[in-house]
């Protein structure tokens, strides 16, 4: 007969065959149902969540793109001399990255914890409600309405903050492997045409109140302005508020709900779901099984990151984007003396004629530099990103941006010299946003929402995104203090030669990264998916 201890040893070996038995088989299942989702064709799912994910980037670039505009008409409204002075009109265009930098940290987090889908769609709220309060905002004897406007762009810059690792994360856990690369370029395409978008809509308003703004009686008292800045700003709400129902009823990913949530029966039922084109239906009161998966916490983080190979592609992904912002944000510097040379600059006529002339030459002139530079640029990438790979079209915009770079800042005194020479600015100008976005603007955004584990994916893209909205801020803050030492626009030329630099550095940290494309996203984590599972 044996013994108590020797039953005991017996029983406890069958225990831990069972458990590996049952871990074998849940992991076995976990990489099916991903399978199904890896290998799913492109249906009309899939270009609803691209749909969705871009109106938000839309918005997003609207809100932002929309106050180099109506700043020219805050300052004829509420600016002494006819324009905001240096720090009010600085205060309004660098409140929004500051919230956005904040946002993109509070809500990459947040998605990681809460889950992706119910924090989608609470950053457009934000958005929404901030934008109304900027288009409602009124002047007062105690507070300046620049002020207010600065604390509501701050607060919308959190909801488009949160709009980049949601959207980024969602469209790639929701892609397939061959189209991963194309929806999430896609998305982030939508950015170009809410550029384009904000100077035509700001056409037409300028057109709309022509008559208006030449019957005013003087240019100290130019109230048609008012009405047109708060039009330009308050129509940024609509497309968000058409997409916010599609944005509150998409499901959660199945990634998430695997590998955070733990729920693989869940997991598998959305999958099938997803790939069948049908809505999912969650049973509040299914028993559910709990697998054993590697749980996110600060040790673990701490751990997973801490190891060099997961630091180096965090630190590649951040510091890509740092540079490439300080210089996608700084090239906005340039845009007086691009819109002068092309003949849509400040105005000769004086003034309610002048008011007019002005406005109406922004407008068609930031038109004009949205559709030859950065539009082109996005859907070029869109076209090879999944034929080329992530990595070498990162490689080649970083390579060309520093010898453009090079030439303009070198060169630019024999570039603006004369009208000839100021064509050939033009050209290397639009070529340098063309290859921003051919290169690594599209590819900084694409990358961080593929390389991470899940567990961690929205929380490292929302810090690579924020380190690139911090060079967005030095760009803005420092460069337009020291483009005028010396006298006006006359250090540009050495800023230019700065953006080359950071080019260069631009081109070492593309080097620390991994290439994406082809791999699933459990490939590129980075993590032993033998034994994902423990139980």
Same mark, same amino acid.
């Not at 505009?69 to 300052?75: P, Q």
């Not at 507070?143 to 469209?171: E, N, Q, T």
């Given at each position: 007969?044996?013994?108590?201890?020797?039953?005991?040893?017996?029983?406890?070996?069958?225990?831990?065959?069972?458990?590996?038995?049952?871990?074998?088989?849940?992991?076995?299942?976990?990489?099916?149902?991903?399978?199904?989702?890896?290998?799913?064709?492109?249906?009309?799912?899939?270009?609803?969540?691209?749909?969705?994910?871009?109106?938000?980037?839309?918005?997003?670039?609207?809100?932002?793109?929309?106050?180099?505009?109506?700043?020219?008409?805050?300052?004829?409204?509420?600016?002494?001399?006819?324009?905001?002075?240096?720090?009010?009109?600085?205060?309004?265009?660098?409140?929004?990255?500051?919230?956005?930098?904040?946002?993109?940290?509070?809500?990459?987090?947040?998605?990681?914890?809460?889950?992706?889908?119910?924090?989608?769609?609470?950053?457009?709220?934000?958005?929404?409600?901030?934008?109304?309060?900027?288009?409602?905002?009124?002047?007062?004897?105690?507070?300046?309405?620049?002020?207010?406007?600065?604390?509501?762009?701050?607060?919308?810059?959190?909801?488009?903050?949160?709009?980049?690792?949601?959207?980024?994360?969602?469209?790639?856990?929701?892609?397939?492997?061959?189209?991963?690369?194309?929806?999430?370029?896609?998305?982030?395409?939508?950015?170009?045409?809410?550029?384009?978008?904000?100077?035509?809509?700001?056409?037409?308003?300028?057109?709309?109140?022509?008559?208006?703004?030449?019957?005013?009686?003087?240019?100290?008292?130019?109230?048609?302005?008012?009405?047109?800045?708060?039009? %330009? /700003?308050?129509?940024? =709400?609509?497309?968000?508020?058409?997409?916010?129902?599609?944005? *509150?009823? @998409?499901?959660?990913?199945? !990634?998430?709900?695997?590998?955070?949530?733990?729920?693989?029966?869940?997991?598998?039922?959305?999958?099938?779901?997803?790939?069948?084109?049908?809505?999912?239906?969650?049973?509040?009161?299914?028993?559910?099984?709990?697998?054993?998966?590697?749980?996110?916490?600060?040790?673990?983080?701490?751990?997973?990151?801490?190891?060099?190979?997961?630091?180096?592609?965090?630190?590649?992904?951040?510091?890509?984007?740092?540079?490439?912002?300080?210089?996608?944000?700084?090239?906005?510097?340039?845009?007086?003396?691009?819109?002068?040379?092309?003949?849509?600059?400040?105005?000769?006529?004086?003034?309610?004629?002048?008011?007019?002339?002005?406005?109406?030459?922004?407008?068609?002139?930031? %038109? /004009?530099?949205?559709? =030859?530079?950065?539009?082109?640029?996005?859907?070029?990438?869109? *076209?090879? @990103?999944?034929?080329?790979? !992530?990595?070498?079209?990162?490689?080649?915009?970083?390579?060309?941006?520093?010898?453009?770079?090079?030439?303009?800042?070198?060169?630019?005194?024999?570039?603006?010299?004369?009208?000839?020479?100021?064509?050939?600015?033009?050209?290397?100008?639009?070529?340098?946003?063309?290859?921003?976005?051919?290169?690594?603007?599209?590819?900084?955004?694409?990358?961080?929402?593929?390389?991470?584990?899940?567990?961690?994916?929205?929380?490292?893209?929302?810090?690579?995104?924020?380190?690139?909205?911090?060079?967005?801020?030095?760009?803005?803050?420092?460069?337009?203090?020291?483009?005028?030492?010396?006298?006006?626009?006359?250090?540009?030329?050495?800023?230019?030669?700065?953006?080359?630099?950071?080019?260069?550095?631009?081109?070492?940290?593309?080097?620390?990264?991994?290439?994406?494309?082809?791999?699933?996203?459990?490939?590129?984590?980075?993590?032993?998916?033998?034994?994902?599972?423990?139980?």
């Amino acid at each position: 007969m044996a013994s108590f201890h020797e039953k005991s040893s017996n029983d406890s070996q069958e225990k831990v065959v069972g458990r590996v038995n049952a871990g074998y088989v849940l992991d076995e299942r976990r990489r099916a149902a991903l399978a199904e989702v890896d290998n799913a064709k492109f249906s009309w799912f899939h270009a609803k969540v691209c749909i969705v994910a871009g109106v938000g980037f839309f918005t997003d670039a609207y809100d932002i793109f929309a106050i180099n505009i109506a700043s020219t008409m805050l300052g004829y409204v509420y600016g002494a001399g006819q324009k905001l002075n240096a720090h009010q009109d600085l205060g309004v265009k660098v409140a929004t990255p500051v919230g956005t930098l904040c946002g993109q940290l509070l809500f990459g987090w947040l998605a990681d914890i809460l889950g992706r889908k119910k924090m989608y769609g609470v950053e457009l709220m934000v958005m929404i409600v901030a934008t109304f309060g900027q288009a409602l905002s009124g002047n007062a004897p105690a507070v300046h309405i620049i002020g207010v406007l600065v604390v509501w762009r701050f607060i919308m810059g959190v909801g488009i903050g949160g709009d980049y690792p949601l959207s980024a994360v969602i469209s790639s856990e929701f892609a397939s492997t061959k189209i991963r690369g194309r929806m999430m370029t896609a998305v982030f395409a939508a950015q170009g045409w809410g550029n384009f978008t904000a100077a035509l809509v700001a056409f037409i308003i300028t057109h709309a109140y022509k008559s208006a703004i030449l019957h005013e009686a003087s240019t100290t008292h130019l109230n048609a302005v008012d009405f047109m800045w708060r039009l %330009l /700003i308050g129509l940024g =709400a609509v497309p968000g508020v058409v997409a916010l129902y599609f944005r *509150l009823t @998409i499901p959660e990913t199945p !990634r998430f709900t695997m590998d955070i949530e733990r729920n693989i029966d869940q997991a598998t039922t959305d999958i099938q779901h997803v790939v069948a084109g049908t809505r999912s239906h969650v049973d509040e009161d299914a028993f559910i099984q709990r697998i054993d998966t590697p749980k996110a916490s600060w040790a673990d983080f701490s751990a997973h990151f801490g190891q060099l190979k997961n630091f180096k592609i965090l630190f590649g992904t951040a510091y890509s984007w740092f540079a490439l912002d300080i210089a996608f944000y700084g090239l906005g510097l340039n845009s007086s003396i691009i819109l002068q040379a092309i003949g849509f600059g400040t105005p000769p006529t004086k003034g309610v004629r002048g008011v007019y002339d002005n406005l109406n030459n922004i407008c068609i002139g930031n %038109l /004009i530099l949205s559709a =030859a530079g950065l539009i082109p640029g996005y859907w070029v990438s869109f *076209l090879f @990103i999944d034929k080329w790979g !992530r990595k070498p079209i990162q490689l080649m915009g970083f390579i060309m941006l520093t010898i453009l770079f090079v030439i303009l800042g070198f060169g630019y005194n024999k570039l603006t010299a004369t009208p000839a020479a100021n064509k050939a600015f033009v050209f290397l100008y639009c070529l340098a946003n063309f290859f921003q976005n051919f290169g690594p603007n599209t590819t900084t955004f694409v990358i961080p929402g593929e390389i991470f584990p899940t567990r961690y994916r929205s929380t490292a893209h929302g810090i690579s995104a924020a380190s690139g909205k911090l060079g967005a801020i030095v760009a803005q803050c420092g460069f337009s203090a020291l483009k005028d030492i010396g006298g006006t626009n006359h250090f540009v030329k050495h800023i230019l030669e700065i953006f080359a630099f950071f080019m260069l550095t631009g081109i070492g940290s593309t080097l620390l990264l991994p290439e994406t494309m082809g791999k699933t996203l459990e490939e590129l984590s980075n993590e032993d998916q033998d034994g994902f599972v423990k139980g």
